[in-house]
T-cell receptor, first 118, second 114 residues
Framework: GAVVSQHPSWVICKSGTSVKIECRSL??????MFWYRQFPKQSLMLMAT?????????EQGVEKDKFLINHASLTLSTLTVTSAHPEDSSFYIC??????????????FGSGTQLSVL | AQSVAQPEDQVNVAEGNPLTVKCTYS??????LFWYVQYPNRGLQFLLK??????LVKGSYGFEAEFNKSQTSFHLKKPSALVSDSALYFC????????????FGTGTRLTVIP
C-alpha cells in the first residue's frame, strides 16, 4: 500500500526554537495533506488542511503564525512549530489523501512525531 | 457538529475470545464512519469504513463493524482475538460538509491476553 513518511519520529528542542516536521508521500501524489496533534488520552485533533500550491486552512483555535504549513509539492508538506513552548509538546501526525476518498479509502498516515519542548 | 465517542480507554480480552471495541457518533447528516488501528511505532492504518449499503462491514485482519443508525453506533468486532491484535484503535467520522476531514475518537487500547 501507499506509504507516508514522517520525519523526525521524535524531537527535543529548547523553548523558543523552531522545529520543522516533514510529511512525504512516497509512492503517490497527495493533493491534500492533513496535520493532527494528539495529547495524551485525547483524540487526534485536526490542526489544518494543506492543499498543494495554496495556503493551508486552519481549524479554529490553531494559530497559523505559530504552526506554519507549507505544501510546496504534491509529495511534501511541512509543519514548522515556531518559537516552541512547553505547551506545544505533543504528538503530531500527518496524513495524505489521494483522490476518490468516497469510493476507496485513500487516506494514509505518517507514523507521527513526538515533540518535547524543554 | 460531528463527534465520535469511544467510551472505553482500555479493553482486555483473552486470546481466542470475541472482541468488541465500542464507538458512538453524532453527525448532522448521513455518517461516513471509519476504524483505524495504530500499532506501536507505526502510523495509523485503515481497517474498514461504512459509507452506505450493508450495515455489516468487513475489513482487514478479520475485523468487522456494524452500523446501527438507531443507536448511532459503529462498534468494531472480531470473532476470535489474536495477541497480534493488541493495538490502539480509533473510530472516526467524516466531515461531510466538504472538507473531507476526519474527526477521531479518543482511542481504545486493546490488549489481547495469551
Amino acid at each position: 500500500g501507499a506509504v507516508v513518511s514522517q520525519h523526525p519520529s521524535w524531537v527535543i528542542c529548547k523553548s523558543g526554537t523552531s522545529v520543522k516536521i516533514e510529511c512525504r508521500s512516497l509512492d503517490f501524489q497527495a493533493t491534500t495533506m492533513f496535520w493532527y496533534r494528539q495529547f495524551p488520552k485525547q483524540s487526534l485533533m485536526l490542526m489544518a488542511t494543506s492543499n498543494e500550491g495554496s495556503k493551508a486552512t486552519y481549524e479554529q483555535g490553531v494559530e497559523k503564525d505559530k504552526f506554519l504549513i507549507n505544501h510546496a509539492s504534491l509529495t511534501l508538506s511541512t509543519l514548522t512549530v515556531t518559537s516552541a513552548h512547553p505547551e506545544d509538546s505533543s504528538f503530531y501526525i500527518c496524513s495524505a489523501r489521494t483522490q476518490g476518498l468516497e469510493t476507496n479509502e485513500k487516506l494514509f498516515f505518517g507514523s507521527g512525531t513526538q515533540l518535547s519542548v524543554l | 457538529a460531528q463527534s465520535v465517542a469511544q467510551p472505553e480507554d482500555q479493553v482486555n480480552v483473552a486470546e481466542g475470545n470475541p472482541l468488541t471495541v465500542k464507538c458512538t457518533y453524532s453527525v448532522s447528516g448521513n455518517p461516513y464512519l471509519f476504524w483505524y488501528v495504530q500499532y506501536p511505532n507505526r502510523g495509523l492504518q485503515f481497517l474498514l469504513k461504512y459509507i452506505t449499503g450493508d450495515n455489516l462491514v468487513k475489513g482487514s485482519y478479520g475485523f468487522e463493524a456494524e452500523f446501527n443508525k438507531s443507536q448511532t453506533s459503529f462498534h468494531l468486532k472480531k470473532p476470535s482475538a489474536l495477541v497480534s491484535d493488541s493495538a490502539l484503535y480509533f473510530c472516526a467520522v467524516r466531515d461531510i460538509s466538504g472538507a473531507n476531514n476526519l474527526f477521531f475518537g479518543t482511542g481504545t487500547r486493546l490488549t489481547v491476553i495469551p
